[in-house]
């Protein structure tokens, strides 16, 4: 079973033989070529983000700062992209003595290196390290708001006719050269795999179904791989006017430590524009686990695997996996009110609250559960297009967290401060040789 993924590929790769030899065959066009830069810088005061802070912490100052360098080839049958990236933070180097700071040991990454062979109008193998999103980016994602970003190593067949795309991907990690089977870090993702089937049906309205295959090797074993299904949908509808959005996603298969997995996730978003003023209200729901199954027996919360966090579960962070409501799942009310002053400026606020779908059991006094609420979370973001190739935004965001939140951060409940997260991005994206 473990080689039909390969051997599947390797048949649509031959089936197509023929056509690509025709095309060889034809006058080759004159390539592009172009070279695009990025330099990001974010300045941040940080006084609660990711974790509740107390009187003991003292609200931090850091810049993060990104900067990549992208070469892209283009031709009728071949592309290419190859991307460095540093990713820093401001006084983060290691190499020093007292007369002067010289650098970093490791400090530039391979942020991507593909190549897209098109085998004719309508079939491509996209092979290398890319970045992958599928629709909103709920269960795979790049995570672009990431100083780093996420990368994915991977063989990429496409077709796409029409308004129709059907995408298949494979991946296989290993951490090092080696000859025989070997352990894999149990909290890395040991291979990614999925289906995704995309139909515009006009110029408002697409719908999405993709079947995600994720495997993370067992711990302490050299062979054995725990595989979750994720199989969802995807509907969005956007006319300017009115914009809805629903997705539904049931998961399937084994955790990371073997047990059966069985849980769901559903999100709507509904909006509509009145001049410039935007209004939007949903939710999120993650399935959570009942109190009264065992984590060993059935895993009945939703993991939302390498999907974005930020932005959908409010910007500072606090729920990123299952662990963060102690398994109880989460219930995700928000609404929006955005400002679109004119093309270069505009304002988007979110408010989330936030409380667990489970009964969550309190371990301190057996036969009661912890609230369900988590508190709120109030998200404000600035944009301002000074020019093609240069924007700057900025943000601030609120939380008010809930008891229940303070003994998930392990901070004795009522002691908590208000979180509170400021930054300023400064985003500068110039393309430095284009051949068109």
Known sequence: MKKLPFLFLFSIVFSLQNTFAQNESQKEEKPEFNVNAELRTRANILHGYKTLPTEENIAHFLVEQRTRLGFAYKTKQ??????IQDSRIWGDENLYTSTGIFGDTASIDLKEAWAKLNFNNFWSLKIGRQAIQLDGGRLVAYRNWSNLSLSYDAALIQFHKNNFNLDIAMSYNNSLMNLF??????????SLNYVYLKKKFNKDFMASMSSIFSGFQAEGSATTIYFKTSLGTYLKFDNKKTFARGEFYYQTGKNVEGVDVKAYFFSADLGYNIGKIYFGAGIDYMSGQNPNKSLTDEFQAFD??????????GNLNYIVTPA?????GLVNPFLRLNFNFNEKNSLKTTFHTFQSAQNVVNPDDPGTFYKKSLGSELDVIYNYKFAKDISI????????????????????????????????????????????
């Open 78 to 83: 071949l592309e290419m992209n190859i991307t």
């Open 181 to 190: 089977a070997a352990e894999y870090n149990h909290r890395k993702m040991k």
């Open 304 to 313: 939302i695997l390498y999907g974005t966090r930020f932005g959908y579960y």
């Open 324 to 328: 963060s409501t102690k398994y109880g």
């Open 393 to 436: 935004r900025a943000g601030y965001h609120l939380a008010f967290p809930s008891e229940t939140m303070e003994i998930i951060k392990g901070i004795e409940p009522g002691t908590s401060q208000t979180p509170q997260w400021f930054w300023l991005m400064f985003n500068f994206t110039p393309t430095l040789f284009s051949s068109k």
